[in-house]
């Protein structure tokens, strides 16, 4: 337990030392305008590999590995179309974990965790997602947490929990006082609602 906890604290102290600071306010121009990023106020603790700017269009998204702490995390897009309704291009990818004090749209795969104080808008979850306002998703392995509304455009595989929980395909548990799952035997259950 005690040689854990070292390993811990050395782990966090070794990351800490390389942050860095990222706070462009606008596009980065050293990206193609269909997969740059835009963080503002944001700190990256870990590895973060960007696409190459002279990689095509039609190739895979960038992505972020590590921690991204700041006020905001958002990825480039149509910004009039909401990530979590599918229709977004995927621009970029996060494999770690993120936590804004503000909002996350994410339009890409998110396999990790994303926590943010108002609104979670992600394509794509594998793992945690949650937020103190609302959490919407295109699809869902693992758990939407919020203290008002989740919503799951498509399937969730795994739970829901939160004050207002909505899904098209519910695979996993509801937990909350009011519960929908539009293509489920029982559609609406308050307090528990599971599907199969």
Same mark, same amino acid.
């Given at each position: 337990?005690?040689?854990t906890?070292?390993?811990c604290?050395?782990?966090a102290l #070794? #990351?800490?030392?390389?942050a860095?600071?990222c706070?462009? *306010?606008?596009?980065?121009s050293?990206?193609?305008?269909?997969?740059?990023?835009? /963080?503002?106020?944001?700190? !990256?603790?870990? $590895?973060?590999?960007? $696409?190459?700017?002279? #990689?095509? $269009?039609?190739d895979?998204p960038?992505? /972020?590995?590590g921690? *991204?702490l700041g006020? +905001?995390?958002?990825?480039?897009?149509?910004?009039?179309?909401?990530?979590s309704?599918? $229709?977004?291009a995927?621009?970029?990818?996060l494999f770690g974990c993120?936590? +804004?004090?503000? %909002?996350?749209? +994410?339009?890409? *795969?998110?396999?990790?965790?994303a926590? !943010? *104080?108002?609104?979670?808008?992600i394509?794509?979850?594998?793992?945690?997602q949650?937020?103190?306002?609302?959490?919407?998703?295109?699809?869902?392995t693992?758990?939407q947490v919020t203290?008002?509304?989740?919503?799951?455009?498509t399937r969730?595989?795994?739970?829901?929990?939160?004050?207002?929980?909505?899904?098209?395909?519910?695979?996993?548990? +509801?937990?909350?006082?009011?519960?929908?799952?539009?293509?489920?035997?029982?559609? %609406?259950?308050?307090?528990?609602?599971?599907?199969?």
């Amino acid at each position: 337990m005690k040689k854990t906890l070292i390993f811990c604290i050395s782990f966090a102290l #070794a #990351a800490m030392i390389q942050a860095k600071p990222c706070i462009p *306010l606008g596009e980065d121009s050293t990206k193609p305008a269909d997969t740059a990023d835009h /963080h503002c106020i944001s700190l !990256s603790i870990g $590895k973060t590999a960007n $696409k190459p700017s002279s #990689a095509p $269009k039609s190739d895979a998204p960038m992505y /972020h590995g590590g921690l *991204l702490l700041g006020v +905001q995390h958002l990825t480039a897009g149509d910004r009039s179309v909401k990530p979590s309704s599918g $229709k977004r291009a995927n621009t970029c990818d996060l494999f770690g974990c993120s936590f +804004q004090l503000g %909002f996350t749209e +994410q339009a890409g *795969l998110v396999r990790g965790c994303a926590g !943010s *104080l108002l609104t979670n808008d992600i394509t794509r979850v594998q793992g945690v997602q949650g937020a103190l306002g609302f959490n919407d998703a295109y699809d869902v392995t693992g758990a939407q947490v919020t203290l008002i509304k989740n919503t799951c455009v498509t399937r969730i595989r795994g739970v829901q929990f939160g004050i207002w929980n909505e899904a098209d395909d519910l695979h996993g548990v +509801q937990i909350g006082i009011v519960n929908f799952d539009n293509r489920g035997t029982i559609k %609406f259950f308050p307090f528990v609602n599971i599907g199969w």
